[in-house]
Structure formats: C-alpha cells, structure tokens
C-alpha cells in the first residue's frame, strides 16, 4: 500500500499519501534459518575434511559459538579435550567438552598459530571477515544457510536429545533461561506430537 501511494504521488495521481508517517508493523520471523541435516551433508560433500571451510562448519556445528568466537577460538583454548572459552558477547565462560568429530577435524586440518581457522597469510579473521568468507563457502556449496544458522542447529540438536535449560545455558553461555527454553519447548512439542500419532495409529 505504501509503495502504491508513493508512486501515485510522484505520478501526480494523489496530492497527498495517506501512508506518510504511518509506523509498519513488525514482521514475526524465525530470524536464520537452522540448518537442517541434509544441507549440512551437502556442504561436507563440497567441502572434504582438511579444509578451512570443513574446519570452520565444524567448529560452529560442533561448539555452538557465535562467528566472532569461532573465527579466534585456537588450540591454546583446549586442554585436555576440553574448550574453556569467555564468550566476547556475553563475557559468560564456557566449558565445551571437545567432541571426537571435532577432535579428528583439526588434527587433519592446517590451521593458524593463534586461531584454528585463518586467513591466507595466517593472519586472525575478524568476526566480519570469517562471516563473510563462510558465506562464500556455503554459496560454493549451494547451501543457504550462514554461521548462526549453525549455532541454532548445535542447539536444536542438544535440545532433541534431551538436554535440559540449564545445559544448554551452561553450553551456550546464556546468562538466563530465555533462548534456551525456545529450544526446549519446541523440541518437546514436537516430542508430544509423535507420542500423540503413536496413541492414534495404537
């Protein structure tokens, strides 16, 4: 409507645009889209194990940090197959036990001195620079997800296996309960709907 009246006015259709000053309404989204199994697949054909990018859908899949913690998160931060990472959103530290996947990823990647993924020069990425180059990765791919999409996934993932709030928070490094009941809810919503078809094919 008020591109229609914008246009009218400017074709001299109308002397005055009803829409002018009038606040839009808010638009309810899901915000980034949460990878789901297939299109994390599809990005691990095109990119094989030794890589950067595999090294950086890894880390993101595999930890649940935000693009600005992936892209300087280094081996100085592990120890003992354990990720003890402050958060640079939150400050909020987070103990990240190291996955075998994960594990197995490094080790047969090359990486940075100082952070695992790095640029072409072994430079540290900015969260900008790393969001933008797994950007690229994942158009190469033919995928449509982006970084926090994946963080949503670790989540999403936690929660349908049972996770609680707590440990999701603990995982996440939310410092209330609020994002991780989002996942919770809508894992055990969709945990009633399947026992819901049970009892009716029963």
Avoid at 167 to 175: A, D, I, P
Wanted: charged content about 25%; glycine content about 10%.
């Amino acid at each position: 409507m008020r591109s229609l009246f914008c246009w009218a006015k400017r074709a001299q259709h109308v002397e005055i645009d009803p829409t002018e000053g009038v606040k839009g309404f808010p638009q309810k989204t899901e915000g980034f889209h949460v990878w789901t199994d297939e299109e994390i697949a599809k990005f691990e054909k095109r990119w094989k194990v030794g890589t950067r990018e595999r090294l950086a859908l890894a880390i993101l899949l595999y930890t649940g940090l935000r693009r600005g913690d992936a892209s300087i998160l280094g081996r100085q931060h592990i120890r003992d197959g354990v990720i003890v990472f402050r958060t640079s959103k939150t400050g909020q530290q987070v103990t990240i036990p190291l996955l075998p996947e994960l594990a197995r990823i490094i080790e047969a990647t090359p990486t940075g001195s100082l952070a695992l993924i790095a640029t072409s020069d072994g430079r540290t990425m900015t969260a900008h620079t790393f969001g933008h180059f797994f950007q690229e990765a994942c158009k190469a791919a033919g995928v449509p997800g982006r970084a926090h999409g994946l963080r949503k996934a670790c989540a999403t993932r936690f929660a349908e296996h049972g996770c609680t709030e707590e440990e999701l928070k603990g995982w996440f490094g939310w410092s209330d309960g609020r994002m991780a009941s989002v996942y919770t809810r809508k894992a055990n919503r969709g945990k009633l709907a399947m026992e819901a078809a049970r009892k009716l094919k029963g």
